[in-house]
Protein backbone atom coordinates (compact mmCIF):
# COMPACT_ATOMS: atom_id res chain seq x y z
CA UNK A 1 0.00 0.00 0.00
CA UNK A 2 1.10 3.36 -0.98
CA UNK A 3 1.70 5.97 1.87
CA UNK A 4 1.16 9.30 1.90
CA UNK A 5 2.04 12.49 3.88
CA UNK A 6 0.44 15.69 3.14
CA UNK A 7 0.68 19.05 5.05
CA UNK A 8 -0.70 22.04 3.91
CA UNK A 9 0.88 25.86 4.70
CA UNK A 10 -0.12 26.71 8.40
CA UNK A 11 -2.48 29.55 8.58
CA UNK A 12 -1.33 32.00 11.07
CA UNK A 13 -3.70 32.41 14.00
CA UNK A 14 -4.58 36.14 14.32
CA UNK A 15 -8.49 35.80 12.31
CA UNK A 16 -10.73 34.34 9.61
CA UNK A 17 -8.61 33.68 6.38
CA UNK A 18 -9.98 34.53 2.77
CA UNK A 19 -11.00 32.50 0.23
CA UNK A 20 -7.52 33.17 -1.55
CA UNK A 21 -6.07 31.83 1.48
CA UNK A 22 -8.25 28.88 1.18
CA UNK A 23 -7.62 27.86 -2.74
CA UNK A 24 -3.44 28.45 -1.85
CA UNK A 25 -2.78 25.74 0.38
CA UNK A 26 -5.44 23.74 2.58
CA UNK A 27 -8.13 23.16 -0.29
CA UNK A 28 -6.06 21.71 -3.05
CA UNK A 29 -4.42 19.43 -0.41
CA UNK A 30 -7.45 18.11 0.72
CA UNK A 31 -8.82 17.26 -2.73
CA UNK A 32 -5.18 15.26 -3.16
CA UNK A 33 -5.38 13.43 0.33
CA UNK A 34 -9.46 12.44 -0.39
CA UNK A 35 -8.18 11.09 -3.69
CA UNK A 36 -5.04 9.34 -2.67
CA UNK A 37 -7.29 7.41 0.01
CA UNK A 38 -10.08 7.13 -2.60
CA UNK A 39 -7.22 5.19 -4.39
CA UNK A 40 -6.45 3.24 -1.26
CA UNK A 41 -3.45 4.64 -0.41
CA UNK A 42 -2.48 5.09 3.51
CA UNK A 43 -2.48 8.82 4.14
CA UNK A 44 -1.83 11.39 6.41
CA UNK A 45 -2.47 14.54 6.15
CA UNK A 46 -2.01 17.54 8.69
CA UNK A 47 -2.10 20.84 8.97
CA UNK A 48 -2.45 23.22 11.73
CA UNK A 49 -2.23 26.69 13.81
CA UNK A 50 0.89 28.82 13.49
CA UNK A 51 0.90 30.39 16.82
CA UNK A 52 3.81 32.39 17.96
CA UNK A 53 5.19 36.13 17.07
CA UNK A 54 4.66 39.22 17.70
CA UNK A 55 1.31 39.53 15.71
CA UNK A 56 -0.57 37.07 17.54
CA UNK A 57 0.85 38.97 20.77
CA UNK A 58 -0.64 42.43 18.99
CA UNK A 59 -4.16 40.58 17.85
CA UNK A 60 -4.70 39.58 21.83
CA UNK A 61 -3.71 42.75 23.22
CA UNK A 62 -6.02 44.13 21.08
CA UNK A 63 -8.60 41.89 22.05
CA UNK A 64 -8.16 42.48 25.15
CA UNK A 65 -7.51 38.99 25.88
CA UNK A 66 -3.88 36.97 26.74
CA UNK A 67 -2.45 35.69 24.50
CA UNK A 68 -2.71 32.13 25.33
CA UNK A 69 -6.21 32.53 25.33
CA UNK A 70 -6.96 34.33 22.38
CA UNK A 71 -4.98 31.87 20.56
CA UNK A 72 -7.21 29.10 21.76
CA UNK A 73 -10.11 30.82 21.07
CA UNK A 74 -8.80 31.52 17.46
CA UNK A 75 -7.90 27.81 16.87
CA UNK A 76 -10.86 26.60 18.05
CA UNK A 77 -12.74 29.16 15.00
CA UNK A 78 -10.32 28.09 12.36
CA UNK A 79 -10.88 24.56 12.94
CA UNK A 80 -14.59 24.89 12.84
CA UNK A 81 -14.76 26.61 9.89
CA UNK A 82 -11.98 24.17 8.42
CA UNK A 83 -14.40 21.07 9.40
CA UNK A 84 -17.19 23.09 7.44
CA UNK A 85 -15.27 23.52 4.07
CA UNK A 86 -14.97 19.16 4.87
CA UNK A 87 -11.12 19.80 5.55
CA UNK A 88 -9.92 16.31 5.98
CA UNK A 89 -7.41 17.13 8.32
CA UNK A 90 -6.74 13.68 10.21
CA UNK A 91 -5.34 16.23 12.41
CA UNK A 92 -5.35 20.03 12.81
CA UNK A 93 -2.98 20.84 15.36
CA UNK A 94 -1.22 24.07 17.13
CA UNK A 95 2.51 24.94 16.99
CA UNK A 96 2.64 26.22 20.95
CA UNK A 97 1.86 22.09 21.43
CA UNK A 98 3.91 21.19 24.20
CA UNK A 99 4.73 18.26 21.59
CA UNK A 100 5.70 21.18 19.59
CA UNK A 101 8.03 22.58 22.30
CA UNK A 102 9.77 19.68 22.77
CA UNK A 103 11.08 19.00 19.55
CA UNK A 104 11.62 22.17 18.52
CA UNK A 105 14.06 22.21 21.81
CA UNK A 106 15.10 19.02 20.46
CA UNK A 107 16.02 20.38 17.25
CA UNK A 108 17.82 23.49 18.47
CA UNK A 109 19.92 21.47 20.45
CA UNK A 110 20.55 18.83 18.19
CA UNK A 111 21.50 22.26 15.67
CA UNK A 112 24.11 23.17 18.21
CA UNK A 113 25.85 20.02 18.05
CA UNK A 114 26.44 19.99 14.82
CA UNK A 115 27.79 23.56 14.87
CA UNK A 116 24.99 25.29 13.55
CA UNK A 117 23.95 27.40 16.19
CA UNK A 118 26.02 30.56 17.52
CA UNK A 119 25.77 33.17 19.76
CA UNK A 120 25.56 37.04 19.00
CA UNK A 121 25.56 39.83 20.71
CA UNK A 122 23.71 43.19 19.38
CA UNK A 123 21.96 46.06 21.19
CA UNK A 124 17.99 46.39 21.71
CA UNK A 125 15.91 48.27 23.14
CA UNK A 126 14.91 47.72 26.39
CA UNK A 127 12.08 49.02 28.22
CA UNK A 128 12.19 49.20 31.89
CA UNK A 129 8.61 49.68 32.96
CA UNK A 130 7.33 47.18 30.58
CA UNK A 131 10.55 44.67 31.95
CA UNK A 132 10.91 43.22 28.37
CA UNK A 133 12.73 43.56 25.18
CA UNK A 134 10.95 45.61 22.78
CA UNK A 135 10.53 44.37 18.94
CA UNK A 136 10.93 46.76 16.26
CA UNK A 137 7.10 46.87 15.57
CA UNK A 138 6.28 47.79 19.44
CA UNK A 139 8.46 51.42 19.53
CA UNK A 140 6.86 54.11 18.21
CA UNK A 141 7.98 57.76 17.63
CA UNK A 142 8.30 60.33 16.09
CA UNK A 143 9.80 59.94 12.44
CA UNK A 144 13.36 61.52 11.84
CA UNK A 145 12.63 61.92 7.95
CA UNK A 146 8.91 63.64 8.12
CA UNK A 147 8.02 65.01 11.21
CA UNK A 148 5.13 62.22 11.86
CA UNK A 149 4.51 61.68 15.59
CA UNK A 150 3.40 58.11 15.37
CA UNK A 151 6.30 56.30 13.07
CA UNK A 152 6.94 52.52 14.14
CA UNK A 153 10.62 51.41 14.78
CA UNK A 154 10.96 49.49 11.77
CA UNK A 155 8.95 51.89 9.12
CA UNK A 156 7.30 55.20 8.84
CA UNK A 157 3.86 54.40 8.23
CA UNK A 158 3.58 58.39 6.66
CA UNK A 159 6.45 58.77 4.60
CA UNK A 160 7.45 54.77 4.19
CA UNK A 161 10.72 55.45 5.28
CA UNK A 162 12.55 52.65 6.68
CA UNK A 163 13.43 53.57 9.94
CA UNK A 164 15.93 51.63 13.23
CA UNK A 165 13.90 52.56 16.34
CA UNK A 166 17.09 54.39 17.47
CA UNK A 167 16.12 56.86 14.52
CA UNK A 168 12.96 57.76 16.49
CA UNK A 169 12.52 61.18 17.69
CA UNK A 170 10.88 60.88 21.41
CA UNK A 171 10.57 56.82 21.26
CA UNK A 172 8.01 55.18 23.36
CA UNK A 173 6.61 51.56 23.88
CA UNK A 174 3.22 50.74 21.88
CA UNK A 175 2.39 48.69 25.04
CA UNK A 176 2.77 50.54 27.98
CA UNK A 177 3.37 54.44 26.23
CA UNK A 178 6.81 54.07 28.99
CA UNK A 179 9.27 56.43 27.29
CA UNK A 180 12.29 54.99 30.07
CA UNK A 181 13.61 53.05 27.07
CA UNK A 182 17.39 52.09 26.79
CA UNK A 183 19.62 50.26 24.54
CA UNK A 184 20.68 47.15 25.75
CA UNK A 185 23.31 44.36 24.83
CA UNK A 186 21.11 41.22 24.62
CA UNK A 187 22.01 37.36 23.16
CA UNK A 188 20.81 36.12 20.74
CA UNK A 189 21.19 32.31 18.39
CA UNK A 190 21.84 32.44 14.80
CA UNK A 191 21.35 29.61 12.99
CA UNK A 192 24.13 29.10 10.27
CA UNK A 193 22.22 28.36 6.95
CA UNK A 194 25.16 30.01 5.32
CA UNK A 195 27.62 26.61 5.95
CA UNK A 196 24.32 24.56 4.95
CA UNK A 197 24.75 25.56 1.63
CA UNK A 198 26.60 22.82 -0.43
CA UNK A 199 24.70 20.32 1.14
CA UNK A 200 21.22 22.19 -0.10
CA UNK A 201 22.07 22.67 -3.57
CA UNK A 202 23.16 18.79 -3.70
CA UNK A 203 19.62 18.25 -1.75
CA UNK A 204 17.61 20.45 -4.76
CA UNK A 205 19.74 19.36 -7.46
CA UNK A 206 17.97 15.79 -6.81
CA UNK A 207 14.80 17.40 -6.84
CA UNK A 208 14.43 16.53 -10.97
CA UNK A 209 10.77 16.27 -10.90
CA UNK A 210 10.07 19.57 -9.26
CA UNK A 211 8.69 22.31 -11.07
CA UNK A 212 11.40 24.43 -13.04
CA UNK A 213 9.85 27.81 -10.72
CA UNK A 214 10.22 26.02 -7.66
CA UNK A 215 13.75 24.97 -7.85
CA UNK A 216 14.93 28.09 -9.64
CA UNK A 217 13.25 30.60 -6.80
CA UNK A 218 15.15 28.35 -4.11
CA UNK A 219 18.43 28.20 -6.53
CA UNK A 220 18.56 32.20 -6.66
CA UNK A 221 17.84 32.65 -2.94
CA UNK A 222 20.55 29.91 -2.53
CA UNK A 223 23.37 31.49 -4.42
CA UNK A 224 22.46 35.09 -5.35
CA UNK A 225 24.88 37.51 -3.78
CA UNK A 226 26.40 36.50 -0.94
CA UNK A 227 24.24 33.50 -0.92
CA UNK A 228 22.16 32.22 1.84
CA UNK A 229 21.83 34.26 4.90
CA UNK A 230 22.75 33.32 8.52
CA UNK A 231 19.45 34.03 10.14
CA UNK A 232 18.50 34.50 14.10
CA UNK A 233 16.02 32.23 15.53
CA UNK A 234 15.63 33.86 19.19
CA UNK A 235 13.66 36.79 19.99
CA UNK A 236 13.38 38.47 23.37
CA UNK A 237 9.18 37.70 23.56
CA UNK A 238 7.33 35.94 26.21
CA UNK A 239 5.01 34.26 24.05
CA UNK A 240 6.61 31.20 22.32
CA UNK A 241 9.11 28.23 22.76
CA UNK A 242 10.94 28.66 25.44
CA UNK A 243 14.86 29.05 24.21
CA UNK A 244 15.97 25.56 25.64
CA UNK A 245 18.96 22.97 24.91
CA UNK A 246 16.89 19.64 24.66
CA UNK A 247 15.54 19.35 28.04
CA UNK A 248 18.36 21.45 29.56
CA UNK A 249 18.45 24.83 30.46
CA UNK A 250 20.45 27.18 27.76
CA UNK A 251 22.71 29.56 29.59
CA UNK A 252 22.73 33.31 28.91
CA UNK A 253 19.21 32.82 26.85
CA UNK A 254 17.28 32.74 29.84
CA UNK A 255 13.24 34.58 29.04
CA UNK A 256 13.69 34.29 25.03
CA UNK A 257 11.81 32.27 22.95
CA UNK A 258 12.53 30.65 19.70
CA UNK A 259 11.78 32.76 16.61
CA UNK A 260 8.15 31.89 15.24
CA UNK A 261 9.83 30.78 11.95
CA UNK A 262 12.01 28.24 13.49
CA UNK A 263 9.58 26.95 15.69
CA UNK A 264 6.15 26.84 12.71
CA UNK A 265 7.96 24.33 10.28
CA UNK A 266 8.70 21.96 12.67
CA UNK A 267 4.96 21.66 13.83
CA UNK A 268 4.63 19.85 10.60
CA UNK A 269 6.56 17.04 12.36
CA UNK A 270 4.73 17.39 15.98
CA UNK A 271 1.36 17.79 14.64
CA UNK A 272 1.83 14.00 13.96
CA UNK A 273 2.48 13.67 17.69
CA UNK A 274 -0.51 15.53 18.37
CA UNK A 275 -2.07 13.34 16.42
CA UNK A 276 -0.72 10.27 17.80
CA UNK A 277 -1.49 11.28 20.95
CA UNK A 278 -4.92 12.53 20.62
CA UNK A 279 -5.74 8.81 19.75
CA UNK A 280 -4.24 7.04 22.11
CA UNK A 281 -1.18 5.96 19.58
CA UNK A 282 2.43 5.12 20.17
CA UNK A 283 5.24 7.41 19.19
CA UNK A 284 6.54 5.03 16.72
CA UNK A 285 2.67 5.52 15.14
CA UNK A 286 4.62 9.10 13.97
CA UNK A 287 7.76 7.94 13.46
CA UNK A 288 6.90 5.84 11.21
CA UNK A 289 5.67 8.75 9.01
CA UNK A 290 8.64 11.30 9.53
CA UNK A 291 11.90 9.11 10.57
CA UNK A 292 13.64 7.24 7.80
CA UNK A 293 14.76 4.88 9.91
CA UNK A 294 11.64 4.05 11.69
CA UNK A 295 9.75 3.62 8.87
CA UNK A 296 9.24 6.14 6.63
CA UNK A 297 11.66 5.47 4.09
CA UNK A 298 8.72 4.46 1.64
CA UNK A 299 6.67 7.39 2.44
CA UNK A 300 5.92 9.84 -0.14
CA UNK A 301 5.89 13.57 1.28
CA UNK A 302 4.03 16.36 -0.74
CA UNK A 303 3.75 19.80 0.57
CA UNK A 304 0.48 22.60 -0.65
CA UNK A 305 1.71 26.04 0.02
CA UNK A 306 1.22 29.95 -1.98
CA UNK A 307 4.32 30.92 -3.68
CA UNK A 308 5.69 33.20 -0.94
CA UNK A 309 6.15 30.35 0.87
CA UNK A 310 8.50 28.24 -1.83
CA UNK A 311 12.19 30.01 -0.39
CA UNK A 312 11.09 28.99 2.98
CA UNK A 313 9.97 25.61 2.33
CA UNK A 314 13.39 25.07 0.15
CA UNK A 315 15.95 26.33 2.82
CA UNK A 316 15.41 27.71 6.33
CA UNK A 317 13.08 24.13 6.84
CA UNK A 318 15.64 21.90 5.28
CA UNK A 319 18.11 23.69 6.62
CA UNK A 320 16.91 22.74 10.29
CA UNK A 321 16.02 19.16 9.32
CA UNK A 322 19.52 18.03 7.38
CA UNK A 323 21.30 20.23 9.52
CA UNK A 324 20.11 17.56 12.59
CA UNK A 325 22.10 14.99 11.13
CA UNK A 326 19.10 12.89 11.90
CA UNK A 327 17.34 10.86 9.60
CA UNK A 328 14.26 12.90 9.14
CA UNK A 329 11.67 12.85 5.89
CA UNK A 330 12.32 15.57 3.60
CA UNK A 331 10.03 16.48 1.39
CA UNK A 332 9.16 14.76 -1.80
CA UNK A 333 7.00 17.42 -4.34
CA UNK A 334 6.04 20.46 -3.37
CA UNK A 335 2.75 22.23 -4.68
CA UNK A 336 2.65 25.78 -4.69
CA UNK A 337 0.10 28.11 -5.77
CA UNK A 338 -0.18 31.82 -7.44
CA UNK A 339 -2.69 34.20 -5.91
CA UNK A 340 -5.94 34.76 -6.09
CA UNK A 341 -7.23 38.35 -6.75
CA UNK A 342 -10.94 39.21 -5.68
CA UNK A 343 -13.12 41.44 -8.31
CA UNK A 344 -10.85 43.42 -9.63
CA UNK A 345 -8.41 44.25 -6.56
CA UNK A 346 -7.15 41.89 -3.60
CA UNK A 347 -8.51 40.54 -0.56
CA UNK A 348 -8.29 43.06 2.12
CA UNK A 349 -8.79 42.11 5.98
CA UNK A 350 -8.99 45.67 6.75
CA UNK A 351 -10.90 47.28 4.47
CA UNK A 352 -13.40 44.08 4.70
CA UNK A 353 -13.03 43.36 1.12
CA UNK A 354 -13.35 40.26 -0.70
CA UNK A 355 -15.27 37.07 1.34
CA UNK A 356 -13.57 35.21 4.35
CA UNK A 357 -14.10 31.99 5.13
CA UNK A 358 -16.64 32.02 7.54
CA UNK A 359 -18.56 34.57 5.50
CA UNK A 360 -18.73 32.19 2.67
CA UNK A 361 -20.15 29.28 4.61
CA UNK A 362 -23.09 31.64 5.70
CA UNK A 363 -23.78 32.42 1.94
CA UNK A 364 -23.96 29.10 0.20
CA UNK A 365 -23.07 25.37 0.90
CA UNK A 366 -19.12 24.54 1.15
CA UNK A 367 -18.88 22.38 -2.06
CA UNK A 368 -20.37 25.19 -4.12
CA UNK A 369 -17.20 27.10 -3.13
CA UNK A 370 -14.85 24.32 -3.29
CA UNK A 371 -16.02 23.37 -6.88
CA UNK A 372 -15.31 27.38 -8.16
CA UNK A 373 -12.46 27.37 -6.17
CA UNK A 374 -10.98 24.58 -7.71
CA UNK A 375 -11.81 24.63 -10.66
CA UNK A 376 -10.40 28.32 -10.66
CA UNK A 377 -7.08 27.43 -8.82
CA UNK A 378 -4.40 30.03 -9.34
CA UNK A 379 -1.84 27.38 -10.69
CA UNK A 380 0.05 28.75 -13.73
CA UNK A 381 -0.85 32.58 -13.17
CA UNK A 382 -3.33 34.39 -10.59
CA UNK A 383 -6.57 33.96 -10.91
CA UNK A 384 -9.97 36.42 -9.87
CA UNK A 385 -12.87 35.91 -7.94
CA UNK A 386 -15.60 37.15 -9.67
CA UNK A 387 -19.26 36.98 -8.77
CA UNK A 388 -20.69 36.74 -12.47
CA UNK A 389 -17.97 34.42 -12.95
CA UNK A 390 -19.39 32.01 -9.41
CA UNK A 391 -22.71 32.41 -10.81
CA UNK A 392 -21.95 31.13 -14.04
CA UNK A 393 -19.73 28.48 -12.97
CA UNK A 394 -22.79 27.29 -9.94
CA UNK A 395 -25.40 27.42 -12.45
CA UNK A 396 -23.56 25.55 -15.31
CA UNK A 397 -21.20 23.39 -14.18
CA UNK A 398 -23.06 22.48 -10.40
CA UNK A 399 -26.30 22.78 -11.22
CA UNK A 400 -27.50 22.20 -15.15
CA UNK A 401 -25.08 19.57 -15.71
CA UNK A 402 -24.43 17.58 -12.88
CA UNK A 403 -27.35 18.44 -10.83
CA UNK A 404 -29.92 18.64 -13.78
CA UNK A 405 -28.33 15.05 -14.80
CA UNK A 406 -29.54 13.25 -11.34
CA UNK A 407 -32.92 14.80 -11.09
CA UNK A 408 -33.75 13.81 -14.75
CA UNK A 409 -33.27 10.35 -14.32
CA UNK A 410 -34.30 9.56 -10.98
CA UNK A 411 -37.49 11.27 -11.83
CA UNK A 412 -38.15 9.77 -14.91
CA UNK A 413 -37.53 6.67 -13.62
CA UNK A 414 -40.14 7.53 -10.34
CA UNK A 415 -42.72 8.40 -12.42
CA UNK A 416 -42.32 5.81 -15.48
CA UNK A 417 -41.01 2.97 -13.50
CA UNK A 418 -40.71 3.34 -9.53
CA UNK A 419 -38.36 4.45 -6.92
CA UNK A 420 -35.77 1.11 -8.07
CA UNK A 421 -33.62 0.29 -11.07
CA UNK A 422 -36.21 -0.91 -14.00
CA UNK A 423 -35.66 -4.05 -15.12
CA UNK A 424 -35.57 -4.81 -19.13
CA UNK A 425 -33.55 -4.33 -22.78
CA UNK A 426 -29.89 -4.66 -22.71
CA UNK A 427 -27.27 -2.42 -23.49
CA UNK A 428 -25.92 -1.76 -27.28
CA UNK A 429 -23.40 -0.22 -29.05
CA UNK A 430 -24.38 3.28 -27.88
CA UNK A 431 -23.62 2.16 -24.27
CA UNK A 432 -20.77 0.84 -25.36
CA UNK A 433 -19.27 3.56 -26.75
CA UNK A 434 -19.88 5.59 -23.38
CA UNK A 435 -18.02 3.00 -21.80
CA UNK A 436 -14.94 2.82 -24.03
CA UNK A 437 -15.36 7.10 -23.63
CA UNK A 438 -15.80 7.04 -19.96
CA UNK A 439 -12.91 4.74 -19.37
CA UNK A 440 -10.46 7.10 -21.81
CA UNK A 441 -12.02 9.99 -19.49
CA UNK A 442 -11.37 8.42 -16.45
CA UNK A 443 -7.82 7.64 -17.02
CA UNK A 444 -7.37 11.58 -18.05
CA UNK A 445 -9.03 12.43 -14.64
CA UNK A 446 -6.65 10.22 -12.72
CA UNK A 447 -3.51 11.40 -14.41
CA UNK A 448 -3.98 14.79 -13.80
CA UNK A 449 -5.32 14.41 -9.64
CA UNK A 450 -1.96 12.17 -9.36
CA UNK A 451 -0.06 15.14 -10.70
CA UNK A 452 -1.63 17.57 -8.42
CA UNK A 453 -2.64 19.59 -11.80
CA UNK A 454 -5.88 21.03 -9.88
CA UNK A 455 -7.84 22.97 -12.47
CA UNK A 456 -7.02 20.49 -15.20
CA UNK A 457 -8.52 17.26 -12.92
CA UNK A 458 -11.95 19.67 -12.36
CA UNK A 459 -12.13 20.16 -16.61
CA UNK A 460 -11.86 16.33 -16.82
CA UNK A 461 -14.44 15.41 -14.24
CA UNK A 462 -16.63 18.37 -15.58
CA UNK A 463 -16.07 16.06 -19.42
CA UNK A 464 -17.23 13.12 -17.54
CA UNK A 465 -20.36 15.14 -16.55
CA UNK A 466 -20.88 16.25 -19.68
CA UNK A 467 -20.63 12.93 -21.42
CA UNK A 468 -23.77 11.68 -19.67
CA UNK A 469 -25.61 14.21 -20.42
CA UNK A 470 -24.75 13.95 -23.98
CA UNK A 471 -25.72 9.98 -23.29
CA UNK A 472 -29.06 11.38 -22.35
CA UNK A 473 -29.82 14.01 -25.12
CA UNK A 474 -28.92 11.11 -27.20
CA UNK A 475 -31.03 8.10 -26.32
CA UNK A 476 -33.65 10.39 -25.06
CA UNK A 477 -35.10 7.37 -22.70
CA UNK A 478 -38.37 9.98 -22.70
CA UNK A 479 -38.94 9.38 -25.91
CA UNK A 480 -37.99 5.63 -26.71
CA UNK A 481 -40.26 5.35 -23.72
CA UNK A 482 -43.61 5.64 -25.80
CA UNK A 483 -42.09 2.93 -28.81
CA UNK A 484 -39.46 0.54 -27.05
CA UNK A 485 -40.27 0.96 -23.04
CA UNK A 486 -37.75 -2.29 -22.30
CA UNK A 487 -34.88 -0.31 -24.38
CA UNK A 488 -35.98 3.24 -22.41
CA UNK A 489 -35.23 0.79 -19.12
CA UNK A 490 -31.68 -0.11 -19.88
CA UNK A 491 -31.17 3.44 -20.85
CA UNK A 492 -32.72 4.54 -17.62
CA UNK A 493 -30.75 1.65 -15.70
CA UNK A 494 -27.49 3.06 -17.26
CA UNK A 495 -28.26 6.67 -16.07
CA UNK A 496 -28.61 5.66 -12.80
CA UNK A 497 -25.73 3.60 -13.09
CA UNK A 498 -24.22 6.82 -13.91
CA UNK A 499 -25.14 8.65 -10.84
CA UNK A 500 -23.79 6.30 -8.92
CA UNK A 501 -20.43 6.97 -10.73
CA UNK A 502 -20.06 10.59 -10.71
CA UNK A 503 -20.75 10.46 -6.56
CA UNK A 504 -17.62 7.89 -6.37
CA UNK A 505 -15.30 10.63 -8.99
CA UNK A 506 -16.35 13.78 -7.58
CA UNK A 507 -16.71 13.46 -3.92
CA UNK A 508 -12.80 14.52 -3.77
CA UNK A 509 -14.20 17.57 -5.31
CA UNK A 510 -17.67 18.01 -3.81
CA UNK A 511 -17.97 15.35 -0.71
CA UNK A 512 -20.82 16.72 0.59
CA UNK A 513 -22.55 16.27 -2.81
CA UNK A 514 -21.45 12.82 -3.01
CA UNK A 515 -22.78 12.04 0.22
CA UNK A 516 -26.06 13.12 -0.50
CA UNK A 517 -25.91 10.97 -3.73
CA UNK A 518 -24.71 7.93 -1.64
CA UNK A 519 -27.41 8.19 0.41
CA UNK A 520 -30.11 8.52 -1.97
CA UNK A 521 -28.84 5.70 -4.38
CA UNK A 522 -28.55 3.13 -1.21
CA UNK A 523 -24.59 2.91 -2.01
CA UNK A 524 -22.72 1.37 0.25
CA UNK A 525 -19.57 3.10 -0.53
CA UNK A 526 -17.86 5.39 -2.22
CA UNK A 527 -14.70 3.67 -3.79
CA UNK A 528 -12.60 4.72 -6.24
CA UNK A 529 -13.83 2.74 -9.75
CA UNK A 530 -11.36 0.58 -11.26
CA UNK A 531 -13.49 -1.14 -14.07
CA UNK A 532 -16.21 1.48 -15.80
CA UNK A 533 -18.26 -1.28 -17.40
CA UNK A 534 -18.59 -3.17 -13.62
CA UNK A 535 -19.50 -0.13 -12.33
CA UNK A 536 -21.94 0.81 -14.49
CA UNK A 537 -24.15 -2.00 -13.98
CA UNK A 538 -23.28 -2.15 -10.26
CA UNK A 539 -27.28 -1.27 -9.73
CA UNK A 540 -29.22 -4.74 -10.78
CA UNK A 541 -32.76 -4.34 -11.61
CA UNK A 542 -34.67 -3.85 -8.58
CA UNK A 543 -32.11 -1.88 -6.47
CA UNK A 544 -34.51 0.59 -4.73
CA UNK A 545 -33.36 4.32 -4.37
CA UNK A 546 -35.09 7.54 -3.47
CA UNK A 547 -35.05 10.99 -5.89
CA UNK A 548 -32.47 13.20 -4.11
CA UNK A 549 -33.59 16.51 -3.35
CA UNK A 550 -32.49 19.23 -5.54
CA UNK A 551 -28.53 19.06 -5.25
CA UNK A 552 -27.46 22.51 -6.45
CA UNK A 553 -30.02 25.53 -6.07
CA UNK A 554 -29.01 28.55 -8.70
CA UNK A 555 -27.91 31.65 -8.04
CA UNK A 556 -29.95 34.47 -9.19
CA UNK A 557 -28.62 38.06 -10.57
CA UNK A 558 -30.69 39.64 -7.94
CA UNK A 559 -28.64 37.95 -5.49
CA UNK A 560 -25.08 37.91 -6.79
CA UNK A 561 -25.94 42.09 -7.58
CA UNK A 562 -26.61 41.90 -3.49
CA UNK A 563 -23.25 39.72 -2.75
CA UNK A 564 -21.43 41.61 -5.12
CA UNK A 565 -22.22 45.03 -3.10
CA UNK A 566 -21.93 43.50 0.36
CA UNK A 567 -18.59 42.40 -0.14
CA UNK A 568 -17.27 45.07 -1.73
CA UNK A 569 -15.42 46.52 1.11
CA UNK A 570 -15.39 50.08 2.89
CA UNK A 571 -14.04 52.51 0.56
CA UNK A 572 -10.88 53.99 2.45
CA UNK A 573 -10.93 57.64 1.76
ZN1 LIG B 1 8.10 59.67 8.09
Known amino acids: MARTLITSALPYINGIKHLGNLVGSQLPADLYARYCRARGDEVLFLCATDEHGTPAEIAAQKAGKPVAEYCAELHEVQAEIAAGFRLSFDHFGRSSSDQNRKLTQHFAKRLFDEGLVE ?14 FLPDR ?36 TISGATDLEERETKHLYLRQSKMREALNTWIDAKKDWPVLTTSIAKKWLN ?98 LGSNEPWKMVDYIKSFNYLNYDGGQFSTSRGRGVFMDQALSLLPADYWRWWLLSHAPESSDSEFTWENFQQSVNKDLSDVLGNFV ?29 ADLTEKLKTYETHLSDM ?47 GLYARLSAPFIPDTAEKIKTALNMSDLDWPTDIAATLSEFKEGHAFTVPENLFVKIDDDQRVEWQEKFAGKRED
Open 138 to 173: YIEGTCPNCGYDSARGDQCDDCTKQLDPTDLINPRS
Open 407 to 435: SRITKFCRSKYSEAVPAGGAFGPIEAALI
Open 224 to 321: DGDGLQDRGITRDLKWGVPVQKGDAPWEGMEGKVFYVWFDAPIEYIACANEWTDANGLTDADWERWWRTDKGADDVRYVQFMGKDNVPFHTLSFPVTM
Open 119 to 132: EVSETQVYSETDGR
Open 453 to 499: EVRKSANALRAIWVAGNEYLQNTAPWATFKTDPDQAAAQVRLGLNLI
